[in-house]
C-alpha cells in the first residue's frame, strides 16, 4: 500500500541527503567501515546532523576532497535512479549566526532562482532530491537487508544484508524523535534522518524527515516534507503535523495496541499511593 502526494517535486536535501553519503562511504570501503568511520556516520545522521562529520567523510571518499566526494556521491546516487538528486559542495560549518541571520546547510556556489509558479516550492540548488527519491533510497536499504532490491543489485559484492542492517541500525540510533518520533512509542524502533533549511535563506523554508517504523503491527516507510515560503516555518505548526500523521498510521497498522501520545503541556500521570 502506498500513499503519496506531492512527492516529485525537487526541494532542498538537507541534512536528508547524508543517507546518500552514508551509502557512497560503505561503497567506498567495500562494505565495512572501522570503529571510527562508524561512529562518524553516526554523528552524521544524528540528532545534531554532524556537519563537520559529513565533510571529513567526503574527503574520505573523494580522496582528499570534499567536493570530489560530494561529486561521487552524486554519481552513485543517480546511478540508483535518484535523478534529481544533486550535492555540489562540502556542508558548511558556522559556529555562530552569520551577520544576515543566515545559516545554509550547504556551500551553496550555485545562483539563486525564481520559480515561474508561485506554488512550486523553491529549494537550494546545491543540496536537493525529491521527497520519493529520499524515500526510494531508504526502502533499497531495508530491502537489502532482506537480500533484495536495487542497492543490493548494483552492488551485490559490497552491500550484503549484515551491511545494510548495519545502516540502518546507524540511523536508529538518532535520537531526535520529536517529529516522526513523537507519535510512536518510545520504545519503537525508527530508523530515520530529520533536515532543516530556511532561516531567511531566498528559497523559503523546508523540513522533512524519512525513516521506518518497526512497530509490532507492522513496519512502513515515511518521507515527509514540509515547504513553505517564509522564512521560518513554526514550530507549533510544524512539530503537531509530524507527531499526529506519525500517530495515525501507527494507530493504523498497530489497531488491537494504538498508542495516544500526551501532548507535551499535558501534567504527567498521578502516581497510586496505594500501590
Request: net charge negative.
Amino acid at each position: 500500500m502506498v500513499y503519496d502526494e506531492n512527492v516529485d517535486y525537487v526541494l532542498s536535501g538537507m541534512s536528508i541527503v547524508k543517507i546518500g553519503i552514508m551509502v557512497e562511504v560503505y561503497r567506498h570501503f567495500g562494505g565495512q567501515v572501522d570503529a571510527q568511520t562508524h561512529q562518524e556516520l553516526v554523528d552524521m545522521l544524528g540528532s545534531e546532523s554532524c556537519n563537520p562529520c559529513a565533510n571529513r567523510l567526503l574527503a574520505i571518499v573523494g580522496k582528499g576532497s570534499a567536493h570530489a566526494g560530494a561529486e561521487k556521491v552524486t554519481k552513485t546516487m543517480r546511478r540508483l535512479g535518484l535523478s534529481n538528486f544533486y550535492l555540489c559542495a562540502p556542508f558548511r560549518v558556522v559556529d555562530l549566526w552569520q551577520d544576515a541571520g543566515e545559516l545554509v546547510w550547504a556551500k551553496n556556489e550555485l545562483p539563486m532562482f525564481a520559480t515561474a509558479d508561485p506554488e512550486v516550492p523553491r529549494y537550494d540548488r546545491c543540496v536537493r532530491a525529491t521527497p520519493r527519491e529520499m524515500a526510494n533510497l531508504v526502502e533499497m536499504i531495508h530491502a537489502c537487508t532482506e537480500d533484495e532490491g536495487l542497492l543490493r543489485d548494483a552492488y551485490p559484492s559490497i552491500f550484503e544484508p549484515e551491511t545494510c542492517k548495519e545502516m540502518i541500525d546507524i540511523m536508529a540510533a538518532n535520537d531526535l524523535r520529536n517529529m516522526l518520533g513523537a507519535g510512536i512509542p518510545s520504545e519503537t524502533k525508527l530508523a530515520h534522518k530529520h533536515g532543516f533549511s530556511g532561516y531567511d535563506v531566498p528559497w523559503g523554508d523546508t523540513r522533512g524527515e524519512v525513516g521506518i517504523v518497526f512497530a509490532p503491527g507492522a513496519n512502513w516507510l515515511v518521507s515527509f516534507y514540509i515547504w513553505q515560503d517564509t522564512a521560518w516555518i513554526n514550530w507549533g505548526i510544524n512539530q503537531p503535523l509530524y507527531r499526529d500523521v506519525s500517530n495515525m498510521l501507527y494507530n493504523f497498522f498497530s489497531p488491537d495496541e494504538p498508542f495516544w501520545p500526551l501532548p507535551p503541556w499535558a501534567p504527567p500521570p498521578e502516581e497510586d499511593d496505594e500501590a
